[in-house]
């Protein structure tokens, strides 16, 4: 039985989805601008920044409230 988390805007959203989403919409230079990381600027993929964002809790954090910000209209990141 899944637990509610009211408080996780993330919750439900599978990793994979949020590069895709990020991937779309920035396309990978822009999301290498945006975060500097090397999966995103050295021949990048989505399996390939899947492994490397799986491993590396900091970077992933990083696409994390890049997607909130992006993508949701009620996250602590956006000024409005």
């Given at each position: 039985m899944q637990q509610s988390q009211p408080n996780n805007p993330l919750h439900g959203i599978k990793l994979s989805t949020i590069v895709e989403e990020?991937?779309?919409?920035?396309?990978?230079?822009?999301?290498?601008?945006?975060?500097?990381?090397?999966?995103?600027?050295?021949d990048p993929s989505v399996k390939s920044s899947l492994k490397f964002l799986r491993r590396t809790p900091w970077a992933r954090s990083k696409v994390e409230a890049l997607y909130l910000a992006t993508f949701?209209?009620?996250n602590p990141w956006k000024k409005g």
């Open positions: 990020l991937q779309e919409h920035y396309g990978w230079e822009g999301l290498a601008q945006r975060i500097d990381i090397n999966c995103f600027k050295n949701t209209s009620d």
